[in-house]
């Protein structure tokens, strides 16, 4: 509740205090918790762009979390702060798969879109070959 307080303030002053703040609620026990550091990264990212790397530190822990709560979040804030750092999502990969269906359903749609994306990006396309195979099929 502090932390979501905090974040609402946008006042550039008060950084240094909300990135501890976000740091160590990505390491709460509560998924609660680190749900609304999650959700106070992109605020934290408009507010101060300079904080990108610290934040990505942060976004991995969080990417890594297994509570679907926590997850959709994550995904989210990873969108708005890195969404072309694909090696975030090399790891997580199978996890976030396996997790999508228990995850709440905006978090859902965020998380199918990015795995849409990353799936295009780093998948070789399977109908590659088959054209070229078809075509010398048809010339016998």
Known sequence: SALRVLSSIRVS???PIMLLAIKESAVD????????????????????PEM??????VLEKLLADRTTLVIGSAVMA???VCPDMNELIHKNFRKL????VDVEEWGQIVIV????????TQFTDPNLGQTESADAAEDE
């Open 52 to 57: 990108k790397e610290e934040l990505i530190a």
């Open 13 to 15: 002053v008060i950084v």
């Open 29 to 48: 026990m509560s998924p609660f918790v680190r749900k609304t550091a999650a959700h106070a990264i992109p605020k934290l990212y408009s507010l101060e």
């Open 97 to 100: 798969v396996s997790l999508l």
């Open 78 to 80: 990873f969108e708005e």
């Open 113 to 120: 879109n990015m795995l849409t994306r990353y799936a295009r």
